[in-house]
Antibody, heavy 116, light 110 residues
Framework: QVQLVQSGAEVKKPGASVKVSCKAS????????VHWVRQAPGQGLEWMGW????????KYSQKFQGRVTFTRDTSANTAYMDVTSLRSEDTAIYYC?????????WGQGTLVTVSS | QSALTQPASVSGSPGQSITISCTGT?????????VSWYQQQPGQAPKSMIY???KRPSGVSNRFSGSKSGNTASLTISGLRAEDEAHYYC??????????FGGGTKVTVL
């Protein structure tokens, strides 16, 4: 069955960087893009962008352009999201998600807390 | 400010039907049949309830249905049940902007 398993919670200081991983299984990793979505505490969902896991090209929401980088390791069936220059407003749960024909699948989420 | 507009809350009694609206523009909801609806229970990841405006993933109850008219998409829950109480989010493909979400609607079963 399709699964997306994300890395564990992180606590970072302002100005630091964080890298979140999303390991995929149950389908052909390079056939479908992986999306990244974040959710601040008590807030709604916010699309950050996607990575074409086959070619490696990316698209970022304008809000995150320049501070977020998506990469992938096809040998490990894993997608990664790097966020730099963290600030308190980046405290959120970060999800990876996948749209397959007929359904979508989400990781369990990774809580990133930015605090001094 | 979310790209798509949803009511903050909708409520109904068990057995009733409720409808949640999702208003976008001619650059997203109005032009693409790529509207999805997600249910999110507290502390859980979102779950797909509707995709491509009207389609239901396998395993989703047929009490959930989607529709679209112009720039507004809608999710209808019929035969409301206690377990339907959750937050619901719409999303749409927005062309060059990528994907956009609504702000979410809290559904309360009275």
């Amino acid at each position: 069955q399709v699964q997306l398993v994300q890395s564990g919670a992180e606590v970072k200081k302002p100005g630091a960087s964080v890298k979140v991983s999303c390991k995929a299984s149950g389908y052909t990793f390079t056939d479908y893009a992986v999306h990244w979505v974040r959710q601040a505490p008590g807030q709604g969902l916010e699309w950050m962008g996607w990575i074409n896991t086959g070619k490696g090209d990316t698209k970022y929401s304008q809000k995150f352009q320049g501070r977020v980088t998506f990469t992938r390791d096809t040998s490990a069936n894993t997608a990664y999201m790097d966020v730099t220059s963290l600030r308190s407003e980046d405290t959120a749960i970060y999800y990876c998600a996948l749209n397959l024909p007929g359904d979508s699948f989400w990781g369990q989420g990774t809580l990133v807390t930015v605090s001094s | 400010q979310s790209a798509l507009t949803q009511p903050a809350s909708v409520s109904g009694s068990p057995g009733q039907s409720i409808t949640i609206s999702c208003t976008g523009t001619s650059s997203d909801v109005g032009i693409y049949n790529l509207v999805s609806w997600y249910q999110q229970q507290p502390g859980q990841a979102p779950k797909s309830m509707i995709y491509e405006v009207i389609k239901r993933p396998s395993g989703v109850s047929n009490r959930f249905s989607g529709s679209k008219s112009g720039n507004t998409a809608s999710l209808t829950i019929s035969g409301l049940r206690a377990e339907d109480e959750a937050h619901y989010y719409c999303s749409s493909y927005g062309g060059s902007r990528g994907w956009v979400f609504g702000g979410g609607t809290k559904v309360t079963v009275l």
